[in-house]
């Protein structure tokens, strides 16, 4: 009993307890950062797109829901290059640990907004199913927030999941040529300049893919 509440024991214990508040706050956070977008996105498109007002209401739900993908992996995307790029987190003797068990609060954060995206994501997929995506869409965002968890607990593995979520940038340009079809502006320059961007993040994300190890075979990128 002494040594359950030794200083080390009740140090180990709160650090542990804030590591899983840090955890739950970020997912908190992801699923009221989805919500608010969807909103946004709604009141903007009501103001700035003529075009708005006629979509059919399934229409209208999908265009609210691709605004807070977009918004995500605009977010997830940056972090990750911060994260993979920029920061010392990942790079060779800034750390005593090997670079797969190397983590950091921003990393963490990144992973739980993460999760509170596809968690939000998903219970639209299944409320409004199969209008926004059929099972494959569950299977993808059940596997990717499995293996964020898994990367998120054991603290293993996070340099990879990063990996995967910054193939993210190539969300945006789906969701623009969706919206540019929607609209009618499927022979118009913005819609093959951005078919020819997506083309190029996808070769990107297909190269980078061959330094992914078995971990990351569990996150797809929608």
């Not at 650090?15 to 977008?37: D, P, T």
């Not at 972090?79 to 010392?88: H, I, K, P, Q, R």
């Not at 954060?109 to 199913?129: E, K, N, P, Q, R």
């Amino acid at each position: 009993m002494d040594a359950l509440f030794s200083p080390h024991s009740i140090n180990v214990i709160g650090y542990a307890l804030r590591k899983e508040f840090l955890w739950l706050a970020a997912v908190f956070s992801g699923i009221v950062m989805c919500r608010a977008v969807y909103k946004i996105t709604g009141l903007i498109s009501l103001l700035c797109f003529n075009g708005y007002t006629k979509l059919r209401n399934m229409d209208k739900v999908e265009w609210k829901n691709r605004g807070f993908s977009t918004f995500h992996a605009i977010v997830a995307s940056s972090a990750s290059l911060y994260l993979l790029l920029f920061s010392d987190l990942f790079k060779e003797d800034s750390h005593d640990q090997l670079v797969i068990n190397r983590t950091s609060t921003v990393s963490e954060t990144i992973l739980g907004v993460s999760i509170g995206y596809f968690l939000s994501d998903l219970a639209m997929i299944v409320w409004h199913f199969p209008a926004l995506g059929g099972w494959e869409y569950v299977l993808h965002h059940g596997l990717s927030m499995f293996s964020i968890f898994l990367s998120l607990v054991s603290g293993q593995g996070q340099i990879y999941i990063l990996m995967v979520l910054f193939s993210e940038s190539t969300t945006p340009f789906v969701n623009l040529r969706w919206y540019l079809d929607i609209a009618g502006q499927k022979s118009s320059n913005l819609y093959i300049c951005n078919g020819i961007f997506l083309f190029l993040g996808w070769l990107q994300g297909f190269f980078s893919s061959s330094s992914f190890s078995p971990t990351c075979l569990f996150t797809l990128t929608r």
